[in-house]
């Protein structure tokens, strides 16, 4: 199954010919920048499946976690569409959940980095806190 996305403008369109490999919200404070504050809310897929059209932008910094991430946006509207990580390499990448155009397709299964969040953030009781990333330590 093929699945669809676009920037909120319309200018950057995608397809992705595979299914999700999961998702997970991330409180660290490099998203929390990027989603003014929230955090942001990703699908991770193989990135070999995604396909773009239209311009995007990108800027490389290094995460919360030392790796070095890139993450795409719209020049047109600022829309956040992804972020993948470039050093190490192998990770699934990242696409945000609201730019698909079924943001249902895949909901989280965890929460990560929510020893950055701030103290009046809410989080989802179904969902397994991780104090940094996917393989630090569960809190509660």
Known sequence: MTHTGQCFCGQ????????PKGARV??????????SGSPTVNVLFPEEAV???????????????????????????????????????????????????DPDLCPPSSAIWVSSAPRWAVFDP???????????PQVE
């Open 12 to 19: 950057v369109h995608f397809s992705i010919d595979a299914e």
């Open 126 to 136: 179904n969902l397994p806190k991780f104090s940094k990333g996917p393989d630090s």
């Open 26 to 35: 991330c409180w660290c404070r490099s998203c929390q920048r990027i989603a």
């Open 51 to 101: 396909t773009w059209s239209g311009e995007i932008t990108t800027i490389i910094k290094q995460a919360d976690s030392g790796n070095t991430v890139e993450r795409g946006f719209c020049p047109q509207c600022g829309s956040q569409l992804f972020s993948r990580t470039v050093d190490p390499q192998g990770a699934p990448i990242r696409i945000r959940a609201g730019v698909l155009d």
